[in-house]
C-alpha cells in the first residue's frame, strides 16, 4: 500500500470551508438540499473505488471533483494504448505507467484538497476485508465476475454500501449493494454465469461512453449515499440501453435465501476463482495448451497443423495469424465437417477464452487431436509478431 | 396473451436482432418457450438443457424479479412485459 496525503487537507466532517473550499465548491453550495452541510459531509468521506478502469475513471474524476475528502483506488495494472478510448483518467503520455500513479496524479491536479489512498494490488479474499474497513462507501467498477463477488461478499460482512456499476457492449447496470436492508448482488444474481458463456469487454468490446455514463452514476449514488440527499438505488437496479438512450429501473427484493445478506451462512471470504470456474483452468480430458512460440516453431518447420481462428470477421479483419482459417465460434457446430479429425488442430481466439470453449466443444464432438493456443493472438502479437496490429 | 419480451442488445443479435419480441402465453415460462423455439440460439441464453431459469439470468416481469413470484410458472396477463437481464461484469 502506498498512502499519499494531500497537503493542508481539512478532513475534519465539522470544520467550516475555508475560503478556497467555498469559491471551489460554489456550485454545490448554491444548492439548497446540498449547501455546507451537504460540502463538509463529502470532506468528510472516505470512498474506495475497486478498479481504476472504465467506471473507475469518471468515478474518480467526478468524486475527487465534488470533493470527497479520500479517495482510495485498487488497481494493479499499468496504463494500455487500448485504454483510452473510455478510461478518460489517463492520458496517452501515461500508456505504460501504472494505473494508480498517473491516476493520483490526475486526481491531485484535479483537486488537491482530497486525500488519495492508493492500494497498488489485485484486490483477493485475503486482503479485501482489510482494505474496504474504514471506507464510507466502495464503488464497484471491477471487470469479472470473480472480483464482483468479492466486492459483495466483503461489503455485505462489513456493512459497507456498493455502488455497483457494471456495461458490456452497450448495455449498462446500476444499483446500490449492501445498503441497511437492502439486496445484495448475490440476491439478484446467485451465481455466476459459466467461464466464456459472458465474454469480458476485452474478447466482447464496450462502447467507449458507457462506462462514462454508468461511471457517472455511481458517483451520483456515492454522493447521495454520503450526504443523504435524494433517494439511493436501494432494491432497484436502473437498466442503461445506450443503443436506445432507454433507461429502465427494476425492483430488487433482498433474497432471505442469499447466503450473504439473507441466511448469512457465507461468514468469510471465499474462493471466488473457484466459484466462478475461473480458477487454474483445467484442461478438458486430453486437450492441451500451445504457446504461440511454440506454434510459430512448429510453423516454421513445416508440420501439417490447421490453425482455426474462431474470432469474429471484423477481428479477423484487424489481424490474422499467416495459415490460419476464420470459423467463429458461433458458426463451429453447423461447420465441423470442414474440419479433418486426422490432423492436429489448432484453435485460437483473442485471448484464448473462446478457444477454450470451441476446444470443449471439438473434443464433445469428437475430435481428439485439439490444442488451444494460449493467449490467443494478443499474446502471439507480443511473442512472436511485434507488427502485428493490436486491439 | 400477447405480451412483450424485452432483450438487451447482447442477446437481441439471437433474435435476429429484434430488441423486442410479441409472444403469446399463459404463464413466463410459455413465453420464454416460444422465444425459444423460434430462436434456437437465444433459447439456451434464457433457460437451462432442463427448461429451468438460469441463476445468471434474471427475467423481471413488469418491474418484479420472476423468481420472487413464482418462477417460470408466474402467470402473465394481457400486456404485461419480460425484462431479460442477464448478469454483465464489464468495467
Redesign the interface.
Known amino acids: 500500500m502506498n498512502a499519499q496525503d494531500a497537503q493542508d487537507a481539512p478532513d475534519a466532517q465539522d470544520a467550516h470551508l475555508t475560503r478556497e473550499e467555498l469559491q471551489r465548491y460554489s456550485r454545490h453550495l448554491l444548492l439548497p438540499e446540498f449547501g455546507e452541510e451537504g460540502q463538509r459531509r463529502l470532506r468528510g468521506s472516505s470512498v474506495l473505488i475497486v478498479g481504476a478502469g472504465g467506471l473507475g475513471s469518471p468515478l474518480a474524476l467526478y468524486l475527487a471533483a465534488a470533493g470527497v475528502g479520500h479517495i482510495g483506488l485498487v488497481d494493479f495494472d499499468l496504463v494500455d494504448a487500448s485504454n483510452l478510448q473510455r478510461q478518460v483518467l489517463y492520458g496517452t503520455s501515461d500508456v505504460g505507467s501504472r494505473k494508480l500513479e498517473a491516476g493520483s496524479r490526475r486526481l491531485r491536479d484535479l483537486n488537491p484538497h482530497v486525500r488519495i489512498t492508493t492500494h497498488d494490488t489485485r484486490l483477493t479474499s485475503g486482503n479485501a476485508l482489510e482494505i474496504f474497513r474504514g471506507y464510507d462507501v466502495v464503488a464497484d467498477g471491477t471487470d469479472n465476475f470473480a472480483t464482483r463477488y468479492l466486492v459483495n461478499d466483503a461489503c455485505v460482512l462489513l456493512g459497507i454500501p456498493n455502488a455497483y456499476g457494471s456495461i458490456f457492449r452497450f448495455d449498462g447496470q446500476a444499483s446500490v449493494f449492501a445498503a441497511p436492508g437492502g439486496p445484495c448482488y448475490r440476491c439478484v444474481f446467485p451465481e455466476p454465469p459459466p467461464p466464456g458463456q459472458v465474454p469480458s469487454c476485452a474478447e466482447g468490446g464496450v462502447l467507449g461512453v458507457l462506462p462514462g455514463m454508468v461511471g457517472v452514476l455511481q458517483a451520483t449514488e456515492v454522493i447521495k449515499l454520503v450526504t443523504g440527499i435524494g433517494e439511493p438505488l436501494v432494491g432497484r437496479l436502473l437498466l442503461v440501453d445506450a443503443l436506445t438512450a432507454s433507461f429502465r429501473t427494476v425492483l430488487l427484493r433482498r433474497d432471505p435465501s442469499c447466503p450473504a445478506c439473507g441466511t448469512r451462512s457465507l461468514t468469510e471470504l471465499a474462493d471466488y476463482e473457484q466459484f466462478c470456474g475461473t480458477g487454474e483452468r483445467q484442461p478438458a480430458t486430453g486437450s492441451r495448451e500451445i504457446t504461440p512460440s511454440e506454434l510459430a516453431v512448429r510453423i516454421g518447420r513445416g508440420e501439417d497443423l490447421d490453425v482455426v481462428d474462431v474470432r469474429e470477421r471484423h477481428e479477423w479483419d484487424i489481424a490474422r495469424i499467416p495459415g490460419a482459417r476464420l470459423i467463429p465460434l458461433g458458426e463451429l457446430p453447423r461447420r465441423l465437417e470442414e474440419l479433418d479429425r486426422s490432423r492436429e488442430i489448432v484453435v485460437h481466439c483473442k485471448s484464448g477464452a473462446r478457444s477454450a470453449r470451441a476446444v470443449a466443444l471439438l473434443e464433445e464432438s469428437g475430435f481428439e487431436r485439439v490444442v488451444n493456443l494460449a493467449g490467443g493472438i494478443a499474446r502471439w502479437s507480443q511473442e512472436v509478431d511485434s507488427t502485428m496490429p493490436r486491439y | 396473451m400477447p405480451l412483450i419480451i ?1 432483450l ?3 442477446l437481441a443479435r439471437l433474435a435476429g436482432g429484434n ?1 423486442q419480441l410479441t409472444v403469446e402465453g399463459r404463464t413466463v415460462g410459455e413465453a420464454v418457450g416460444q422465444v425459444s423455439a423460434a430462436y434456437p ?1 437465444l433459447s439456451e441464453r434464457l433457460r437451462d438443457g432442463q427448461g429451468r431459469p ?5 427475467i ?1 416481469l413488469n ?3 420472476i ?2 413470484a413464482g418462477g417460470f410458472d408466474t402467470p402473465v396477463s394481457d400486456g404485461d412485459e419480460l ?1 431479460v ?7
Not at chain 2, 438460469?54 to 434474471?58: E, R
Not at chain 2, 442477464?86 to 468495467?91: E, I, L, R, S, T
Open positions: 424485452h438487451p442488445a447482447v430488441r440460439g438460469y441463476p445468471y439470468v434474471t423481471y418491474d418484479r424479479d423468481r420472487l425484462i437481464v442477464p448478469a454483465v461484469a464489464g468495467g
